[in-house]
Every structure is written in C-alpha cells, then in structure tokens.
C-alpha cells in the first residue's frame, strides 16, 4: 500500500511540472556559461520569454558576470537575466529586434552594452519595460573603437534554450 501511494504521489508531482518544451520558442537556441561567468547564447531565432526562476541558467545567476548573445538572436527573452546581479556587461547582436520586460531587472552592475549595430539600428529595436539598467548603462556600437568583448574559457554548463 505505501509502495502504491508513493508512486501516486509522485505522479502527481511529474504531472503538476509544465512541460520543459512549453518554453521553448526555438529549438535552434543554446546557451553555455564558461569558468569565467560568461553566458553566451547560441543559434537562430527568439529566445523564450521566461517568469520567474524559469531559465535555465538560474542555478548560475550569481555566476554571470557577461552575456554574449550572437548573431542570429532576434528576441531577447522577458525576465531572462533578472537578477543576474553580477552581470557588468551584455553583447547584443543587430540581429535582435526585441527586448522583452524585465530582461535585465535588477541587474545592477550592468554598465556596458556592446550592439553590434549602429545608433540608428538600435533605436529600431523594441525595448519592453523594466529595463532600465539596459537603456542607462554605457552603450558602444559595433562601428565605435572599443571592441566587444569576446567570450573566453571552456564552457561549465550549457545545454539548449529550453
């Protein structure tokens, strides 16, 4: 009886978790965070759109000290690095259109924002609310002397967007 009551209890559990897939609005999308706190997104299409603890580098949050999101990229997921509250600085290639809300709340160190467009290009792009640590943090444009910086070191953990 306990056997068959444990086992109820956790199917129960498994049927109450959404679906890891429901969140995912590219299977193309993956991400790795190396031993020196850089988050880099990988591949072609929009991130997911997150609440929450839901992405999956939460359990790093307080590891990520830059995030690198490459060409390809075309949204940038609301409340995907809130409260990252290490992060100093992001790459945001000129391929993204969108920033959904909260992206970077509460990321308090955020001071650099590397586009990889111009100033025109960026103004283009649809910045949703709550991320103001974004909109007020130095920006430099792919044409402006300061390169972005690259990501460097083997990656710790990674898997795909989900």
């Known amino acids: 009886m306990k056997k068959l009551l444990s086992a109820l209890l956790?199917?129960?559990?498994?049927?109450?978790?959404p679906g890891i897939g429901a969140l995912a609005a590219s299977d193309e999308l993956t991400w790795s965070l190396?031993?020196?706190?850089?988050?880099t997104i990988s591949g072609k299409g929009e991130m997911p759109d997150y609440s929450g603890d839901t992405p999956p580098?939460?359990?790093y949050r307080d590891d990520i000290k830059a995030v690198v999101i490459e060409e390809g990229v075309t949204h940038i997921g609301t409340q995907c690095f809130q409260f990252c509250t290490n992060l100093k600085s992001v790459?945001?290639?000129?391929s993204v259109e969108s920033i959904g809300a909260a992206a970077f709340?509460?990321?308090?160190?955020?001071s650099a924002v590397?586009?990889?467009?111009?100033?025109?290009?960026w103004d283009e792009i649809e910045i949703a609310r709550y991320?103001?640590?974004?909109?007020s943090a130095e920006l430099v444009f792919s044409d402006a002397e300061t390169p972005a910086p690259a990501s460097s070191g083997k990656p710790s953990a990674g898997s795909k967007l989900k």
């Open 10 to 17: 956790v199917l129960v559990m498994l049927l109450s978790l």
């Open 34 to 39: 190396d031993k020196k706190g850089t988050l």
């Open 57 to 59: 580098w939460v359990k």
């Open 91 to 94: 790459t945001i290639p000129s």
């Open 105 to 110: 709340y509460r990321c308090e160190k955020l």
């Open 114 to 121: 590397y586009y990889g467009g111009t100033a025109s290009d």
């Open 131 to 135: 991320n103001k640590r974004l909109t």
